[in-house]
């Protein structure tokens, strides 16, 4: 999956580098915080009784304007993925049913489209890195971190809406999606990950 992430990447780049060529007026520096409800899974072929698990993302982003409606955004997310009604082998060589909890420190980089008349409405989309922090099953309470890649990768997409309510502050709401192009297991086993949330929050214009 390398090369896919890496042709991906090249392609955000080059779009990135056509913005900036193209910008005729400097907006300035946009931050935010924000929480979001997440439900995420996997992707695990031959296995169809994985079930999405429900959690939160807590997160920051920072977005750069080129132009009244382009920018480059990046976030740094606490985002918590896994998956529900998945197994796990005891020390007796049972199988048992369980829930996998896995969190990491997500960072998408993304090109950001403002569009409607106000420019309230905006669709973001680039690739995302994200770094495991921690992960356990549920059912024996056991860390399964060295089963899992420490490092995860995909593609990004946002839609969003923003709604001033002071002269450089918003509120906004989103809708966005994760889908990792990276396999998450150690071995030859291939999963992964994806996730959509809704998320809401503040954005102040500096």
């Keep these: 999956m ?5 042709r991906v990447t090249l392609l955000f780049v080059f779009l990135a580098v056509a913005l900036v060529a193209k ?7 946009e931050i935010g915080m924000g929480i979001g409800f997440n439900g995420a899974r996997v992707v695990a072929p031959g296995d169809d009784n994985i079930n999405t698990r429900f959690t939160f993302n807590i997160g920051f982003s920072g977005e ?7 920018g480059a955004k990046l976030k740094l997310l606490w985002d918590n993925k896994g998956f529900s009604n998945g197994t796990i082998i005891d020390m007796a060589g049972n199988t048992l049913p369980t829930d996998i909890h896995l969190s990491y ?8 489209w403002h569009f409607s008349k106000h420019r309230r409405w905006y669709l973001s989309f ?3 890195v994200g770094l495991l922090l921690s992960a356990r099953d549920t059912r024996l309470g056991v860390d399964i971190k060295s089963q899992i890649n420490s490092f995860d990768a995909g593609v990004a997409c946002c839609i969003g809406y923003k ?3 002071s002269n450089n502050t918003k509120l906004y709401l989103e809708m966005d999606g994760q889908y990792g ?6 071995g030859d086993y291939r999963v992964w990950n994806t996730r959509s949330a809704y998320n809401f929050g503040v954005l102040i214009d500096l």
């Excluded at 390398?2 to 890496?6: A, G, I, L, M, S």
């Excluded at 420190?105 to 950001?112: G, I, K, Q």
Aim: charged content about 15%.
């Design 126 to 128: 680039g690739p995302y």
């Design 2 to 6: 390398k090369p896919v992430f890496q």
């Design 181 to 186: 192009i990276k396999n998450i297991i150690t």
């Design 23 to 29: 910008a005729q007026k400097h907006e300035g520096l």
């Design 64 to 70: 750069y304007y080129f132009s009244g409606r382009w």
């Design 163 to 165: 709604y001033e309510i």
């Design 105 to 112: 420190l997500t960072m998408p980089f993304m090109a950001n």
